[in-house]
């Protein structure tokens, strides 16, 4: 089983959807979560930081967490075309040590 | 002004060359990262360096070396290139430390190819 599994689509929703996208992990000492956005040919640009369980909210995207059920969501709401992006999560157990990366789930957001 | 930069941005060059990757990171982190973009986009680390200390060495040929002159800065040399070694490389720092937040902030990546 690897260790943080993400679904890895192609998704695609029309503009103003609402849009989910999910990891499952299995190593509970993982206790930093982060959901990254990646345009083609850039960086990974980080877009959501939870430590630990509970939800968090950033304008139209919302994070949550829940490590009871080793399950992290990414919410994002009234999605725009320029939303169109791959979306990683990532999460590591201690400050200072690697990521470790879903495969990344790629979003169309059409007009 | 750039948080986290890389130079160069692309490099094409063929088997058996040696090369170089630079990143410096004006964050004021004390940890900075190497990591792999393979073709089917998945990011793996590489190495990490605290305070220009190797930290984190994963499974890689004994080709690459990381170099860190100071926190600031982290360099990747690769000898005798191979056809395998093209990917993007994202060099990315972070402030290590649990009172912190421990975001990782990344470079704009190193489009390595290999002919």
């Known amino acids: 089983q690897k260790e943080v599994e993400q679904d890895p689509g192609p998704l695609s929703v029309p503009e103003g959807a609402i849009v989910s996208l999910n990891c499952t992990y299995s190593?509970?000492?993982?206790?930093?979560f982060m959901w990254y956005r990646q345009y083609s040919r850039k960086g990974p640009e980080l877009l959501m930081y939870t430590y630990s369980s509970g939800n968090k909210e950033d304008g139209r995207f919302t994070a949550q967490v829940d490590k009871s059920s080793k399950y992290i969501s990414l919410f994002i709401r009234d999605s725009q075309p320029s939303d169109s992006a791959t979306y990683l999560c990532a999460m590591s157990g201690q400050a200072g040590t690697a990521l470790i990366f879903g495969k990344g789930t790629t979003l169309s957001v059409s007009s | 002004d750039t948080a986290v930069s890389q130079t160069p941005k692309y490099l094409v060059t063929q088997m058996g060359n040696d090369k170089s990757i630079k990143c410096e990171q004006n964050l004021g982190h004390d940890t900075m990262y190497w990591y792999k973009q393979d073709s089917k986009k998945f990011l793996k680390i590489m190495f990490s360096?605290?305070?220009?200390?190797?930290?984190i060495n994963e499974t890689v040929p004994n080709r690459f070396s990381p170099k860190s002159p100071d926190k600031a800065h982290l360099n990747l040399h690769i000898n005798s290139l191979e056809l395998g070694d093209s990917a993007v490389y994202f060099c990315?720092?972070?402030?290590?430390?649990?009172?912190?937040?421990?975001?990782?902030?990344f470079g704009p990546g190193t489009r390595l190819t290999v002919t």
């Open positions: 360096y605290n305070n220009k200390e190797l930290i």
């Open positions: 990315a720092s972070s402030q290590a430390n649990p009172a912190f937040r421990e975001e990782q902030y």
């Open positions: 190593n509970s000492a993982f206790q930093y």
